[in-house]
């Protein structure tokens, strides 16, 4: 069964760069069906995709980003370590957030696994 | 970008009440239309995709409907598992977006 589970800090200073890493188990991230991706929840904006990456043979895979944080994120991915990664540039109190990981498939871009979520707060 | 809302944004019903929820995208989505339930504390959970598909596992209680523009979840009879948050979200085009978010409450 897939499971996912993310990690890294929970507090953040403003202008600061934000890494988060998912680490999967149960399923192979060399599926090229599958995509990985990051969503964030807030109590003012909801439910947000910010972003996927899907395995490809390119070692970058394709990444696919949400236009409003497109600037300032990166997805990237290591098969090897059944992860994926998250990184965000120059946090605000706005990225104030629980981050949740997860995967969809090429069938339907519904998430059907979900991390727990990681609360990310940007504090100085 | 796909706008999606929902209405309404809190309800209190009872146990065995009869819910629908109602969800409108911004432009036609086709059938492309989940539905997600969030119980506090926890990630959400896909109930229904493509407007009417039920997840395995999900109960025959909570049915899909609707085309283009205009869903709705409906909840044949409410059990108290049921009072928790759901979300609707157009899975036609990135980038994916979500509704707001309907909390049903306890009446």
């Known amino acids: 069964q897939l499971q996912l589970q993310e990690s890294g800090p929970g507090l953040v200073k403003p202008s600061e760069t934000l890494s988060l890493t998912c680490t999967v188990s149960g399923a192979s991230m060399n599926n090229p069906s599958y995509y990985w991706g990051w969503i964030r929840q807030t109590p003012g904006k909801g439910l947000e995709w910010i972003g996927s990456?899907?395995?490809?043979?390119?070692?970058?895979?394709?990444?696919y980003y949400n236009p409003s944080l497109q600037s300032r994120v990166t997805i990237s991915v290591d098969t090897s370590k059944s992860q994926f990664s998250l990184r965000v540039t120059s946090m605000t109190a706005a990225d104030t957030a629980i981050y949740y990981c997860?995967?969809?498939?090429?069938?339907?871009?519904?998430?059907?696994?979900w991390g727990q979520g990681i609360l990310v707060t940007v504090s100085s | 970008d796909i706008q999606m809302t929902q209405s309404p944004s809190t309800l209190s019903a009872s146990v065995g009440d009869r819910v629908t929820i109602t969800c409108r995208a911004s432009q036609n989505i086709g059938n492309w239309l989940a539905w997600y339930q969030q119980r506090p504390g926890k990630a959400p959970k896909v109930l229904i995709y493509r407007t009417s598909t039920l997840k395995s596992g999900v109960p025959s209680r909570f049915s899909g409907s609707g085309s283009g523009t205009e869903f709705t979840l409906t909840i044949s009879s409410l059990q108290p598992d049921d009072f928790a948050t759901y979300y609707c979200q157009q899975h036609v085009t990135y980038p994916l977006t979500f509704a707001e978010g309907t909390t049903v409450a306890i009446k």
């Open positions: 990456i899907s395995y490809s043979v390119s070692p970058s895979g394709n990444t």
């Open positions: 997860g995967n969809y498939d090429s069938n339907a871009f519904i998430i059907d696994t």
